[in-house]
């Protein structure tokens, strides 16, 4: 597309010819015509803005000077105002007619096509009779020509009943040069509009028709233009060549630095395409000169840039490209180079490491050059804010951040490059792209959304469809799955399926909606796809995960003895397998859900020492320390646990923390209450630190650590000498753990037992009797806590009474025994218990032992004994232990008693 024809000429040869019609209507029976008039725009914007009315006519002599002088939106204000001060002058439907054509005008600069095709319609609309009507039809035919709507330019410029046509008709033979000029300029127009569309004949009837002679240096330039641009269409190579040169010896001729850039251009097409690649080349150059306007220049470089490809002279491109970044750093063209720049080292790294293109760079990791890349955009991006591709930069940066993993910097760059991009495949990326990052990040429901806007706004594009849709599908039922949106997962399943029944992503995505269907709990519908899938294609790709996927389904439904033939089925069929690791490990665990414990232990060591770096070796390993842990093997279950910690690296943070934890409780069973708090220290001080950071972290886990921690402190303090420094500390340190778990890590399922702890601390210390009855009370007002934790709080409560009625008053005693036993008794005869619980044997056997030695102090013989036989039909299995209590007893009973 012409620069000239986007510039239309320039406003001092358009409109001359009319102003001084204008003036002498304008200025008629005037008697101020003499009066000094504002000279520039400033001055003349003032005019409406001083104290007095302003004279209408020298107002508007002023606006269509502005007019004049290419200063359109200047001169709309001018004609605005004056309308708003003028309503009713007589020359109100003249400057009415100004202001739209103001308008119509400075869109035209603002490259605003659609607003001043609207503006020049309406000026056609509302003014039949002006005499300005050419004008109006040529501005609304040439604006639509940049809209691309050919055809309806042909309509305006060729309908018999059209306002250009009419208006030309009526020109033709008044002799008016301006009409006459715009007749031709239509009559190009008109040409072009052919070319555009391919009638090549139509545009060659046109041009031969307009003889030069009738025609100005512009149009004789114009016509030898679109003459050139014929040829070349035609392939007339030879003729093109030859027409290229007058055209660029015209230009320069006159000496206009426009149509000289515009002749360069073409005739280094026409060079490049008649196969002179070095004298295209040299062609181009001329345009790179400070002189020529940037876009001109823009385009060389691109061109230059494409020649040395098409010469396969791929070795020099980069020090091309670099070379004219040096030449002139601060140039508003360069902004294509860098944007070439970024994508030439993009574009090899996605290369295959031998391929002929990797030879640009061979020097440059894969790392190195996403940095390099990256560096070029951002100074495309930071130096050239007004740069048309910008857009494009952030395409690339998008691409290089999702390649370098910062993935949320990835989701902005691919969405600025949206906003910014036509519809094209670069934008249809653009969109898969930001729905990708989302997924990744974990916004499931967003980039679902985003699959469905793709699938949706480019159904009707070819290319898009062919290259796109059926991965875009795909990752739409993912999102589906992890947004738990099974209706739009279905969906995007049967799309594949029916769109796509042979491609790789067909059987996948029906795997995949079955695993998700296995994780809803849906079994027997995962198991129905599953068989479904195996009748219809029998042994295919993915044969060997659906099998396994089969054998899962009997694993969620505890068809255990089903699940452990499938997998030593699938592990004697496959043996090759990726996945073999996995269903050892399955197979492993089904062993241990039959209670074949040994052989469980056995599976899990075997799969620790062959999958080394497999993603399930620490939850194996986690198992085996477990196992010897619940043996009370504590020592080899450390060790099990400390390579957690240490030894693998497939171990997430989560994995290491927990088997810390588990390592203090080894050495708390080992009583070595120093080493538990040299493992739990550092642990909880992290923990610490994440909560005042604002991190979050599993509060359950938090309590359990600092639960475990004060343990260590209480149990180090119980070993202490009694009242010394020690003690103290070691007290307090636990007190201050126990007050992390119940107010600092709230909430969490250990804070009845922190409770607990701290109660029994105090009761230990003696003389905060008061205080541990109180957090006991505490830790009973929860309502997850268990039988045996109510119990042991029951029972925590009577002992502290039963001590405190030892220290008290004398007078106070016999009511803190009476509360004691009240609290025993709670336990031994089932008050605590809830609807569906069982009692717990150990707490009711101490508090029964304790109601027996209470009663037995009272010398309260009589109830004694009857309590003993509720005791033995309470819990016959003590039956033995409660005969002996009473055989002892008996010995003690009076004779009156004993003998009943």
């Not at 309908?159 to 190009?188: F, H, I, W």
């Not at 015209?250 to 073409?266: F, G, K, N, Q, T």
């Not at 048309?388 to 600025?416: H, I, K, M, N, V």
Request: hydrophobic share 40%; with cysteine; glycine share 4%.
């Amino acid at each position: 597309m012409n620069l000239l024809l986007k510039k239309r000429g320039s406003l001092a040869s358009r409109h001359s010819w009319w102003l001084m019609s204008v003036w002498v209507y304008a200025t008629a029976g005037l008697c101020s015509i003499g009066l000094a008039q504002p000279s520039t725009p400033d001055q003349a914007a003032s005019a409406l803005n001083a104290g007095n009315v302003p004279d209408p006519y020298s107002t508007f002599q002023a606006g269509v000077r502005m007019f004049e002088g290419d200063f359109f939106h200047q001169a709309g204000e001018i004609f605005d105002q004056w309308l708003q001060f003028f309503p009713d002058h007589e020359l109100h439907q003249n400057v009415s007619e100004y202001a739209i054509w103001a308008r119509g005008e400075h869109a035209v600069s603002e490259s605003d096509y659609s607003k001043a095709a609207v503006s020049f319609s309406q000026l056609l609309r509302d003014y039949p009779q002006s005499k300005h009507r050419l004008d109006h039809a040529f501005g609304e035919a040439w604006s639509r020509f940049y809209l691309q709507q050919y055809e309806r330019v042909a309509e305006l410029l060729t309908d018999e009943n059209a306002p250009y046509t009419q208006a030309v008709l009526k020109t033709e033979t008044t002799g008016d040069p301006r009409a006459t000029s715009l007749r031709l300029k239509g009559q190009l127009l008109l040409a072009e509009t052919w070319l555009k569309t391919g009638q090549f004949d139509r545009t060659k009837g046109i041009l031969d028709s307009v003889p030069d002679w009738s025609l100005s240096d512009e149009l004789v330039w114009r016509r030898e233009f679109l003459l050139t641009q014929l040829l070349l269409k035609e392939g007339d190579l030879v003729e093109a060549r030859q027409s290229a040169s007058r055209l660029l010896a015209w230009a320069r001729s006159i000496e206009s630095i426009d149509w000289i850039a515009e002749s360069v251009a073409l005739k280094g097409d026409v060079l490049k395409s008649n196969g002179q690649l070095e004298a295209a080349l040299e062609t181009y150059q001329d345009n790179l000169a400070p002189s020529i306007p940037e876009s001109r220049r823009r385009e060389a470089r691109l061109k230059i840039i494409e020649l040395n490809f098409l010469n396969e002279e791929n070795a020099t491109v980069l020090e091309l490209l670099s070379g004219m970044l040096n030449q002139s750093s601060s140039d508003a063209s360069l902004d294509i180079v860098l944007l070439t720049l970024a994508e030439l080292h993009l574009k090899q790294y996605y290369q295959p490491a031998k391929s002929p293109e990797s030879e640009l760079s061979l020097s440059l990791s894969p790392g190195d050059l996403l940095m390099v890349a990256r560096k070029h955009i951002d100074t495309l991006l930071l130096d050239y804010p007004v740069s048309t591709y910008r857009s494009r930069g952030y395409y690339a940066l998008g691409w290089c951040l999702w390649e370098l993993g910062e993935y949320p910097l990835s989701l902005d760059a691919f969405t600025q490059a949206a906003v910014g991009l036509e519809k094209s495949m670069e934008h249809a990326e653009c969109l898969f792209k930001q729905a990708d990052v989302q997924l990744k990040l974990g916004q499931a429901d967003s980039a679902l959304t985003l699959y469905k806007t793709l699938l949706t706004e480019y159904q009707n594009y070819d290319d898009v469809r062919v290259q796109l849709f059926e991965q875009a599908l795909y990752q739409m039922l993912r999102a589906a799955i992890d947004a738990e949106v099974l209706e739009d997962a279905e969906w995007a399943a049967q799309r594949i399926i029916h769109s796509y029944p042979n491609g790789p992503l067909s059987q996948r995505s029906r795997l995949l909606l079955g695993q998700r269907l296995i994780h809803l709990d849906q079994i027997s519908e995962a198991r129905d796809r599953f068989l479904k899938l195996i009748e219809q294609f029998g042994e295919f790709t993915l044969r060997a995960e659906v099998d396994l996927a089969l054998a899962h389904t009997y694993e969620r439904e505890g068809a255990w003895a089903s699940a452990l033939t499938s997998y030593e089925q699938w592990l004697e069929k496959y043996k090759d397998s990726p996945d073999r690791a996995r269903a050892e490990y399955a197979l492993a665990w089904v062993h241990d859900r039959l209670d074949h414990t040994e052989r469980a232990l056995a599976l899990f060591q075997q799969f620790v020492r062959v999958h080394e770096q497999h993603a399930f070796v620490p939850l194996a390993q986690n198992w085996i320390a477990d196992y010897y842990f619940n043996r009370g093997l504590f020592r080899e279950a450390e060790a099990a646990y400390g390579k957690i910690a240490d030894e693998f690296e497939q171990s997430t943070e989560e994995q290491k923390e927990q088997s810390i934890l588990m390592m203090g409780k080894c050495q708390f069973r080992l009583r070595n209450f120093t080493r538990v708090i040299e493992l739990l220290t550092p642990l909880s001080d992290s923990l610490t630190d994440k909560v005042k950071a604002g991190e979050e972290i599993d509060r359950d886990f938090g309590g359990e650590v600092f639960l475990s921690l004060g343990d260590a402190h209480f149990a180090h303090a119980r070993e202490s000498e009694v009242g010394s420094q020690e003690q103290t500390e070691r007290a307090g340190a636990a007190t201050n753990a126990y007050i992390a778990v119940y107010a600092v890590h709230r909430p969490n399922r250990w804070e009845a037992t922190a409770w607990g702890r701290s109660g029994d601390l105090k009761y230990y210390l003696g003389e905060e009797y008061q205080e541990a009855i109180q957090d006991y009370g505490f830790a009973l007002g929860f309502e997850n806590v268990s039988i045996s934790m109510r119990s042991q709080l029951e029972y925590s409560l009577g002992q502290v009474k039963e001590r405190m009625a030892e220290v008290d008053p004398e007078d106070q005693q016999k009511q803190l025994n009476e509360q004691a036993l009240q609290h025993f008794l709670s336990i031994v005869y089932l008050k605590n218990l809830k609807k569906g619980e069982n009692p717990d044997a150990f707490w009711v056997r101490k508090a029964g032992i304790k109601v027996m030695e209470m009663l037995e102090r009272t010398r309260n013989w009589e109830q004694a004994k009857a309590f003993s036989e509720y005791l033995i039909e309470l819990m016959p299995a003590q039956k033995d232990e409660w005969l002996r209590m009473m055989t002892q007893w008996n010995k003690r009973l009076p004779l009156d008693i004993s003998s009943n």
